[in-house]
């Protein structure tokens, strides 16, 4: 199943079979893709708010003891 946020950033994920397992996957792009878990359709739920991390284009960032190549 895939839904979008409504205006209000809530989203809601309808018709699913009851008392299964879903693993929740979060995913926007130019985002760090988030992984939730496995929630069981036992009951209705509320996961809460989610949040997404930006990518880190520069993992390895000189630190204050390290040369830069324009040194």
Do not use: A, M, R
Not at 17 to 30: A, F, Q, S, V
Not at 49 to 64: M, R
């Amino acid at each position: 199943h895939e839904t979008e946020t409504d205006e209000f950033g809530d989203f809601w994920i309808k018709e699913l079979k009851w008392n299964n397992p879903y693993l929740i996957k979060i995913e926007k792009e130019g985002y760090e893709e988030k992984i939730l878990g496995v929630y069981k359709t036992e009951k209705d739920i509320n996961i809460g708010d989610i949040f997404l991390k930006k990518p880190n284009k520069n993992p390895n960032p000189p630190t204050s003891n390290q040369t830069s190549p324009l040194s």
